[in-house]
Nanobody
Framework: QVQLVESGGGLVQTGGSLRLSCTASRSFSSINAMGWYRQAPGKQRELVARITRAGSTNYANSVKGRFTISRDNAKNTVYLQMNSLKPEDTALYYC????????WGQGTQVTVSS
């Protein structure tokens, strides 16, 4: 079992920044990968960014160059730094752990106003 607790969502204007945090109940050494997904109303959940245990990262094309995923192993915490936010980034953002089954956080809302 992995419990995930997210924080950091909120309301921001276009061009602004937010940083999401997700703390896991287990050490990252026992988790294959951590990721951030998002789901906008009426749309499917999509991968935003992912970081493997080895440190490899990948991003959705729509956020490349604007979002950065990172982690603090000592705190079992993964971050998503989101810059140059756009209205289309508005969604419920979920933290995910692959351990190896998927575990999900409760979600944190990000709203970008135009």
């Amino acid at each position: 079992q992995v419990q995930l607790v997210e924080s950091g969502g909120g309301l921001v204007q276009t061009g602004g920044s937010l940083r999401l945090s997700c703390t896991a109940s287990r050490s990252f050494s026992s988790i294959n990968a951590m990721g951030w997904y998002r789901q906008a109303p009426g749309k499917q959940r999509e991968l935003v960014a992912r970081i493997t245990r080895a440190g490899s990262t990948n991003y959705a094309n729509s956020v490349k160059g604007r979002f950065t995923i990172s982690r603090d192993n000592a705190k079992n915490t993964v971050y998503l730094q989101m810059n140059s936010l756009k209205p289309e980034d508005t969604a419920l953002y979920y933290c995910n752990a692959e351990a190896p089954r998927y575990y999900w956080g409760q979600g944190t809302q990000v709203t970008v106003s135009s």
